[in-house]
């Protein structure tokens, strides 16, 4: 088991653009979350999908979205791309969604917005 | 609000010694409280969470709610602890929703 996976590894955008930012998650799991890590801070949450729904998110505009398969992989769409997008972005896979259910997190994907 | 306080962005010491980094949170409920590892050019990792009270590559942290802290601590720094280390938490009984700290970097020197 590759574990999480995410691609691309690294992108760059320039200002207005959209981006699509891809998520498998972990062999057996069904819950996948979205994290925006800016430089210098902790993972900041954006968005949980279960069941092909969103089920909570965090305090970002309606410039991101995701989307969840039947397959459990998700993306994550920005429109309209700022500077200030500029971060890694992690993807969390788990099982289920109450809390204790530990998420395990993929490499990333660098975006960088020029 | 939720938030999660780690006031140090670096701490560095030498092999052998005491480490505690420190982990302040705010939430009016009961929280669950994890430790987050990042070694160099690794993902994200669970290093331990206080439900299990486990301790793990022998890095032990007790909550404390009157204080509302989650220290991590070890009696003996290795080199291989180098990393960057984050708190988190989540609300228990709700999603398993992360709100994490801005992280600690332990430096181990030789």
Excluded at chain 1, 21 to 27: D, G, T, Y
Excluded at chain 2, 34 to 43: D, I, K, L
């Amino acid at each position: 088991d590759a574990g999480v996976t995410q691609s691309p590894t690294h992108l760059i955008k320039t200002r207005g653009q959209q981006v699509t930012l891809r998520c498998s998650p972990k062999s057996g799991h069904d819950t996948v979350s979205w994290y925006q890590q800016a430089l210098g801070q902790g993972p900041q949450f954006i968005f949980q999908y279960y069941e092909e729904e969103e089920r909570q998110r965090g305090n970002f505009p309606d410039r991101f979205s995701g989307h969840q398969f039947p397959n459990y992989s998700s993306e994550l769409n920005v429109n309209a791309l700022l500077l200030g997008d500029s971060a890694l972005y992690l993807c969390a896979s788990s099982l289920g969604v109450p809390s204790g259910h530990e998420q395990f997190f993929g490499p990333g994907t660098r975006l960088t917005v020029l | 609000a939720q938030r999660v306080t780690q006031p140090e962005k670096l701490l560095s010491v030498f092999k052998g010694a005491p480490v505690e980094l420190k982990c302040n949170y705010s939430y009016s409920g009961s929280p669950e409280l994890f430790w987050y590892v990042q070694y160099s050019r690794q993902r994200l990792q669970l290093l331990l969470r206080h439900i299990s009270r486990e301790s793990i590559k022998g890095f032990t942290a007790d909550l404390n709610k009157g204080e509302t802290s989650f220290h991590l601590k070890k009696p003996f720094a290795q080199e291989e602890d180098s990393a960057m280390y984050y708190c988190a938490l989540s609300v228990y009984g709700a999603t398993n929703k992360l709100i994490f700290g801005t992280g600690t970097l332990l430096a181990v020197q030789p």
